[in-house]
């Protein structure tokens, strides 16, 4: 009997040996774990807050291109006008190159990334008689191809024709010259979310102008003198406003 109780006591030994061999779960400090619980709140707010983006702006990089659009643009433009020189008649009014104007935008997308428009765009220069401004005015069908359809950036290239006009007024008179137009640009649009995307691009125009014309306004009517002219001239402009697609 006792030499098995001998036995049961060194096994028991044993086993309180490997028993305190083993390695003890750590248990963190209270500090340390109210540090865990709070990464845990920051992680689960942070998943909250990006889901919040999701629902305010649902699908905006799966937007297309397609439908009607309305836009309206401020832009900068710069036409090519002639220097003041020493040799210049004391009368003369010239131009300033810079100035500034709206344009407005109707247009369909057809697909994705084809689409045209229709943009109606004036802008106002002055001159160095300060009671005379010139307005530089053209009617645009531009045809328009997006890059990257369904991103939130896209870029995009124009193409365009239509028709241009400079007038100015000098009281009686009134002075215009009108002519054909061609145009070339780029651009980028940002859409942040289905429907609206701000809009900023560049385009050059390529003016042809074919006729010039001067009205004297008098008590019993107009009186206009026309006369064909052939010169060529350029403008450029840059864009910043707001595209709406639906």
Request: with cysteine; hydrophobic share 40%.
């Amino acid at each position: 009997m006792w030499k098995g109780t001998g036995r049961a006591r060194r096994r028991m030994g044993r086993a309180e040996k490997a028993r305190r061999g083993r390695p003890r779960a750590k248990t963190p400090p209270e500090g340390e774990s109210k540090m865990f619980h709070v990464r845990r709140m920051k992680i689960a707010l942070a998943a909250g807050l990006l889901g919040t983006v999701a629902v305010a702006f649902p699908g905006s990089a799966r937007a297309d291109t397609e439908g009607f659009l309305l836009g309206l643009d401020l832009h900068y433009s710069k036409i090519g006008t002639e220097e003041a020189s020493d040799t210049s008649p004391e009368s003369s009014v010239f131009v300033d190159s810079d100035g500034g104007g709206v344009t407005l935008l109707l247009g369909y997308g057809f697909t994705p990334s084809f689409a045209l428009r229709f943009a109606l765009s004036g802008s106002n220069h002055e001159t160095s008689d300060s009671d005379v401004d010139v307005a530089y005015a053209n009617a645009l069908i531009e045809a328009m191809y997006v890059f990257r359809p369904g991103e939130m950036f896209r870029p995009y290239l124009l193409g365009g024709i239509g028709a241009s006009s400079l007038e100015s007024r000098q009281d009686p008179f009134r002075y215009e010259t009108t002519g054909s137009c061609a145009s070339l640009g780029v651009g980028l649009l940002y859409f942040v979310n289905e429907h609206f995307a701000f809009d900023a691009a560049g385009r050059i125009e390529f003016v042809n102008w074919e006729k010039a014309s001067a009205t004297l306004d008098t008590d019993h009517g107009d009186i206009t003198v026309e006369t064909p002219v052939d010169d060529e001239g350029s403008a450029g402009k840059i864009f910043l406003g707001v595209n709406y697609w639906f």
